[in-house]
């Protein structure tokens, strides 16, 4: 009987075990997933940024000079 019932013990355990690593397991693909999200929308912005520093850059270099007085006045 003592046999059957530390059987039972373990088993009960083991699957109350099972069930909090399949918890775990939701929770840190819930996390994972929502890492991933939040990097893929931060290198679409970097990627916009970049583009919009890029453009900057080159319609400055075609800019046509101002007519300002030198610094000195």
Not at 43 to 65: C, I, N, T, W, Y
Request: a negative charge; charged letters at 30%; glycine letters at 2%.
């Amino acid at each position: 009987m003592s046999d059957t019932f530390n059987t039972s013990s373990r088993l009960d355990e083991l699957e109350m075990r099972v069930v909090h690593q399949d918890q775990t397991i939701d929770e840190l693909n819930e996390a994972i997933t929502a890492q991933w999200k939040l990097i893929d929308r931060l290198e679409r912005q970097v990627q916009h940024l970049a583009e919009r520093v890029a453009d900057a850059e080159q319609s400055a270099g075609q800019a046509a000079p101002v007519d300002r007085p030198p610094p000195h006045y």
